[in-house]
């Protein structure tokens, strides 16, 4: 069974510029989560979406914004760029508030 | 939010030693997860446990929430266990994962 994926892997962009990283949950996993990990911390929550709605959203910048698909796969949009937002993202699949399962992460390094 | 609490920082092992790790949180959870990160990032689900005492291989976990701990035991550890540790838990009624910093162990043969 496949796990969790996320595309791309890696990315650099520029200050400034709009990127956008995607997930495809476990199948049969109804709702996903994002997480921004900075180099040295523990990985801290961005939005969770269930079925398609918004359940749940961190102290992030409106910068920051997400949506999920019918098929429940996620989309993580960040515009305006800035050097802070340089971190690995990770993604989590989960039925609802059980188990969550990660995928290997985006590594985005804005330059 | 909940604050999650990781001990000790770091922990360096010799290969075949045995090892604690201690993850202590600030309110009632109905979910508490243990991960192992590897060097390219990816959390590893080690264990679920918002309560109770699981065991897999070497690997041992109890988490006793009345008291709001849990515990990660690592026995005859080995090069490949190295790497970060971590604790996250789900407050009761929430949908998102609150992490700690982390534990740091290193294994040397």
């Known amino acids: 069974d496949a796990g969790v994926t996320q595309s791309p892997t890696h990315l650099i962009k520029t200050r400034g510029q709009h990127v956008t990283l995607r997930c495809s949950p476990i199948s049969g996993h109804k709702s996903v989560s994002w997480y921004q990990q900075v180099l040295g911390q523990g990985p801290q929550f961005i939005f969770q979406?269930?079925?398609?709605?918004?359940?749940g959203r961190g102290n992030f910048p409106d910068r920051f914004s997400a949506r999920q698909f019918p098929n429940y796969s996620s989309e993580l949009n960040v515009n305006a760029l800035l050097l802070g937002d340089s971190a690995l993202y990770l993604c989590?699949?989960?039925?609802?508030?059980?188990?969550?399962?990660f995928g290997q992460g985006t590594r985005l390094t804005v330059v | 939010g909940i604050q999650v609490e990781q001990s000790p920082p770091d922990l360096i092992l010799q290969e075949g030693a045995n090892s604690t790790l201690r993850c202590n949180f600030s309110d009632s959870v109905n979910n508490l997860q243990w991960f192992h990160q590897n060097p390219w990032g990816q959390l590893i689900n080690l264990f679920y446990?918002?309560?109770g005492t699981k065991q897999n291989g070497r690997l041992s976990a109890t988490t006793v929430a009345t008291e709001r701990y849990s515990l990660l035991y690592i026995s005859s550890s080995q090069t490949t266990d190295s790497g970060v540790y971590f604790c996250a838990v789900g407050a009761t009624g929430a949908n998102n994962l609150f992490f700690g910093t982390g534990t740091r162990l290193t294994v040397i043969p």
């Open positions: 989590a699949s989960s039925l609802f508030t059980t188990e969550a399962f």
């Open positions: 446990i918002p309560s």
């Open positions: 979406y269930y079925e398609k709605e918004e359940r």
